[in-house]
Structure formats: structure tokens, C-alpha cells
């Protein structure tokens, strides 16, 4: 049997056709596999995607970090550190005072003939506003003697007699040195005074026969008034001088409208100045 001349041309050309159409796979293949992106690079890639969108967010917040500060800032001013609440409260009414004393009380001007020395008592309390300004209500009472020549002139059996002045006051006092342990303040007072002037006349008798001192011919009249002065004070305790109990001692002269000498129960205006020793906490 004998085989065509052209078997062995027609193999070798069904080779290298083979051969041309697997070198082209390979090649497209390759070619594919430089085209297409990696596991890696889709990591980084959304990695640097994430990263991106991070930074937009933080620039965002470091926009509105200093609003945030500010806030914080600004809150402090109703906490521990401001003006408007917890431990930095500021109250107007800063505290309470009080004081009690006593002592004399000269006449002077026209007043000095109807009443000499006497006594007086001065008790008060108020509002501390500061160190510095304090107010007080006062009340003072002061007992005066008659003058025996004043006595003598009335006539009429008088033995004797004493001027009473009572008086409710507003008082503020000024510290001038409110750091100090011992220090000068001004003080001074506005207010109502009450005086009445009593003359004692002996009467005779009681049930043993001795003769009896009674008040008669007293008079009084309503007016206002006023005071001022200068006192002086040391601080007791208190490490570093700031202790608020004080031991004061003042003199303010005194002023009161009362009637004039010729008109009812006028013996002309009353001046005074009573000299008080006292504590002031």
C-alpha cells in the first residue's frame, strides 16, 4: 500500500499551526495577568481610599476642635473656675455683722447748758458687703443729768432731773485698712431720735413719813437726726490679721432737730458726742 507525497508537508503544517495557536494562549494570558489588579494592590488601594476619607474626617475635626475648647472654655465660667456657679459663686449679701457696746456721751454747743455727762449703751446688726462696707441698723440709748444750775432756775421743788435719747439709726461703716489687724474706719448714721427731758420733785411723804422723788413736768419730742465720726479697732485671733471680730472704740458727733427754746417742749437742738467702746464680729 502506498501513502500520498503530500502526508508528511500537511502533518508538519498541523503542527505549527498548534504550536502558533498555544504561543498566542500563553501571550494573552500573560497579558492578562499584568492587566488585572492584584489582592495586594486592591488592599492598598482601598487601604489609601480609607485613608483619604480619614483625613477628610480629621481635618473636620480639628475644624472643630477649638469650637469644642471654647465650649469647655466657656463652661468654666458657671463651674469652680467662673463667675456664675459651684465653688466661685459670688453672693452680694457677703455675710452678717453684729456689734454691742457702750460708754459716754458729752454735751456740747447750745445743749451744754441743759444736760451734762452721761452714759450711753449702742447695739446693732447688719449686712457685711465686702471687707470693706458694711450696714448697720443701730440702736443707742444715752442718759444725761440735768445741770443743777438748770435744776435751780426751774424752781418749782425740782431736785433734780436727767434728758433720756433714744434713737433707731441706719449706719454705714467704711474700713479703711480691711487688711490690717488694726485699722481706722469713718462711720456715720441717719435716722429717728427720741428725747425727753425728766425733772424730779420731792413729794411728801409715803406711809413711813419720808419724803418721795417723782418724775413730774417731763416733756419730749420726735425728730430726725444724724451722726459721724471716726473709730479706731484691733482684730482678735485669726492667723493672718482677718478674723471679723473686732474691739472697736469710736466717738461720732451727734445732731438732733429737737425744739427750739420757746416753743413746746423746746429747749433748743440737741449736740452730743458719746465716746463707745465695744465689739463689732
Given at each position: 500500500m502506498s501513502y500520498p507525497l503530500s502526508y508528511p508537508p500537511a502533518t508538519s503544517l498541523m503542527r505549527r499551526a498548534g504550536l502558533c495557536a498555544a504561543a498566542f494562549l500563553i501571550a494573552a494570558g500573560f497579558a492578562c495577568a499584568q492587566?488585572?489588579?492584584?489582592?495586594?494592590?486592591?488592599?492598598?488601594?482601598?487601604?489609601?481610599?480609607?485613608?483619604s476619607g480619614l483625613t477628610q474626617y480629621g481635618d473636620l475635626s480639628a475644624f472643630e476642635a477649638p469650637a469644642i475648647s471654647a465650649a469647655a472654655e466657656g463652661g468654666g465660667q458657671y463651674g469652680n473656675g467662673g463667675g456664675y456657679g459651684g465653688g466661685g459663686k459670688r453672693k452680694f449679701l457677703h455675710d452678717w455683722t453684729?456689734?454691742?457696746?457702750?460708754?459716754?456721751?458729752?454735751?456740747?454747743g447750745n445743749d451744754t447748758p441743759y444736760i451734762t455727762w452721761g452714759g450711753n449703751f449702742t447695739g446693732g446688726g447688719g449686712?457685711?458687703?465686702?471687707?470693706?462696707?458694711?450696714?448697720?441698723?443701730?440702736?443707742?440709748?444715752?442718759?444725761?443729768?440735768?445741770?443743777?444750775?438748770?435744776?435751780?432756775?426751774?424752781?418749782?421743788?425740782?431736785?433734780?432731773?436727767?434728758a433720756h435719747i433714744n434713737s433707731i439709726t441706719g449706719s454705714p461703716v467704711?474700713?479703711?485698712?480691711?487688711?490690717?489687724?488694726?485699722?481706722?474706719?469713718?462711720?456715720?448714721?441717719?435716722?429717728?431720735?427720741?428725747?425727753?427731758?425728766?425733772?424730779?420733785?420731792?413729794?411728801?411723804?409715803?406711809?413711813?413719813g419720808y419724803p418721795v422723788t417723782v418724775n413730774t413736768n417731763s416733756f419730749s419730742s420726735n425728730q430726725w437726726g444724724g451722726n459721724g465720726g471716726i473709730g479706731i479697732y484691733h482684730r482678735l485671733g485669726g492667723m493672718y490679721g482677718d478674723s471679723k471680730t473686732k474691739l472697736f472704740a469710736e466717738a461720732r458727733y451727734t445732731y438732733i432737730h429737737t425744739p427750739p427754746i420757746g416753743q413746746e417742749n423746746g429747749l433748743g437742738t440737741t449736740e452730743l458726742i458719746p465716746v463707745t467702746l465695744g465689739l463689732r464680729f
Amino acid at each position: 500500500m502506498s501513502y500520498p507525497l503530500s502526508y508528511p508537508p500537511a502533518t508538519s503544517l498541523m503542527r505549527r499551526a498548534g504550536l502558533c495557536a498555544a504561543a498566542f494562549l500563553i501571550a494573552a494570558g500573560f497579558a492578562c495577568a499584568q492587566s488585572a489588579p492584584s489582592q495586594d494592590q486592591l488592599s492598598a488601594t482601598g487601604s489609601s481610599s480609607s485613608l483619604s476619607g480619614l483625613t477628610q474626617y480629621g481635618d473636620l475635626s480639628a475644624f472643630e476642635a477649638p469650637a469644642i475648647s471654647a465650649a469647655a472654655e466657656g463652661g468654666g465660667q458657671y463651674g469652680n473656675g467662673g463667675g456664675y456657679g459651684g465653688g466661685g459663686k459670688r453672693k452680694f449679701l457677703h455675710d452678717w455683722t453684729f456689734e454691742a457696746g457702750g460708754g459716754f456721751s458729752a454735751p456740747m454747743g447750745n445743749d451744754t447748758p441743759y444736760i451734762t455727762w452721761g452714759g450711753n449703751f449702742t447695739g446693732g446688726g447688719g449686712v457685711r458687703f465686702s471687707n470693706r462696707i458694711s450696714l448697720l441698723a443701730e440702736y443707742q440709748f444715752m442718759d444725761n443729768k440735768l445741770p443743777g444750775a438748770f435744776i435751780a432756775a426751774l424752781g418749782q421743788g425740782a431736785s433734780g432731773g436727767n434728758a433720756h435719747i433714744n434713737s433707731i439709726t441706719g449706719s454705714p461703716v467704711i474700713d479703711l485698712f480691711p487688711k490690717k489687724s488694726n485699722g481706722i474706719y469713718l462711720v456715720g448714721g441717719w435716722g429717728w431720735y427720741h428725747k425727753s427731758t425728766n425733772f424730779n420733785v420731792q413729794v411728801c411723804c409715803d406711809f413711813y413719813g419720808y419724803p418721795v422723788t417723782v418724775n413730774t413736768n417731763s416733756f419730749s419730742s420726735n425728730q430726725w437726726g444724724g451722726n459721724g465720726g471716726i473709730g479706731i479697732y484691733h482684730r482678735l485671733g485669726g492667723m493672718y490679721g482677718d478674723s471679723k471680730t473686732k474691739l472697736f472704740a469710736e466717738a461720732r458727733y451727734t445732731y438732733i432737730h429737737t425744739p427750739p427754746i420757746g416753743q413746746e417742749n423746746g429747749l433748743g437742738t440737741t449736740e452730743l458726742i458719746p465716746v463707745t467702746l465695744g465689739l463689732r464680729f
